[in-house]
């Protein structure tokens, strides 16, 4: 192992994350996911699919906040400017 990548790790071991601290955030990422959540098949997930539900759900949610802003971007543009109802709804927005 060369000189550089001995002190990178030995600067990175104090702050290593644990086998089972890794268990742990997957078995709360897992109770967070709805597809995982709902499946009673099988209690029993790999962290492999826990980590692809994530990624999948956290893309699902931003293709979901982009069209609620789109919707309201929609809205904002048929009411008055000036109204209250437009500037909460520009605020919901930015």
Known sequence: ????????????????ITDDQIIELVSKLQQLLPEIRNNRRSNKVSASKVLQETCNYVRS?????????????????????????????RSLIM
């Open 61 to 89: 949610l931003h293709r979901e906040v982009d069209d609620l802003s789109e919707r309201l971007s929609q809205l904002l543009a048929t009411i008055d400017a000036e109204s209250p109802e437009a500037s909460i709804i």
């Open 1 to 16: 192992m060369s000189n550089r990548r001995s002190r990178q790790s030995a600067g990175v071991s104090t702050s290593r």
